[in-house]
């Protein structure tokens, strides 16, 4: 953020790889990181900013919003609000595979929802319905979209990929790094890396 022509006020953040932040600067990016996962987590010249390095310097509601969306952006599987005019990040998705009658329920800490969310079909759960789960019309249709078009699905957060040109390589915004053919961890199959 601060140029070698530029004068910093204030205290010096200097990152892992020798250049020197303001606290302005410094919070601007951890909050921007804070908003786009596409720059989670916070780096200068590719190396990670460490938030214990930084903790001091963030003004409260930046390091509140960071210490909520690092848990968000470090997760796979996430599961958000069923509510699609809210969809808070709730927790990770239960795992289907256990034997049990019933996945967890959450109710959305967001005082204005409240909308309860099933952890394993991520389906709201309606008071006094009884629950089941199903697959949603609207999933099943985009799924089916995905399918017919070739589009692959990341085997850690589930969010749908397409591929345009370039291999067979995919890291996903979750940095599930996957094998666009065959949908397995990177390095671990024997497809072709490149289409001739």
């Known amino acids: 953020c601060v140029t070698c022509m530029e004068r910093i006020d204030g205290a010096e953040i200097r990152t892992p790889c020798g250049h020197y932040y303001d606290e302005q600067c410094i919070d601007q990016l951890f909050d921007a990181a804070s908003k786009d996962e596409a720059l989670f987590p916070p780096t200068c010249c590719g190396k990670r900013i460490p938030l214990a390095s930084v903790r001091d310097h963030l003004s409260p509601t930046t390091l509140?919003?960071?210490?909520?969306?690092r848990r968000?952006?470090?997760?796979?599987?996430?599961?958000?609000?069923?509510?699609?005019?809210?969809?808070?990040f709730l927790s990770v998705q239960y795992d289907s595979t256990r034997l049990t009658m019933s996945a967890p329920r959450l109710r959305c800490p967001d005082p204005e929802c409240g909308t309860v969310t099933c952890m394993r079909c991520k389906l709201e759960v309606k008071e006094g319905v009884h629950h089941r789960c199903d697959k949603d019309v609207e999933d099943v249709n985009a799924l089916e979209l995905?399918?017919?078009?070739?589009?692959?699905?990341?085997?850690?957060?589930?969010?749908?990929?397409?591929l345009n040109q370039g291999c067979y390589h995919m890291t996903c915004r979750c940095k599930m790094e996957f094998c666009y053919l065959?949908?397995?961890?990177?390095k671990t199959c024997s497809c072709p890396r490149w289409e001739d």
């Not at 509140?64 to 969306?69: L, R, V």
């Not at 968000?72 to 808070?88: M, N, W």
């Not at 065959?182 to 990177?186: E, I």
């Open 146 to 162: 995905g399918e017919r078009s070739g589009w692959a699905r990341c085997p850690g957060c589930e969010t749908m990929i397409e």
């Open 182 to 186: 065959c949908k397995k961890q990177w």
């Open 64 to 69: 509140a919003s960071f210490e909520d969306k």
């Open 72 to 88: 968000e952006f470090g997760s796979q599987r996430r599961v958000y609000c069923a509510k699609a005019s809210c969809s808070r």
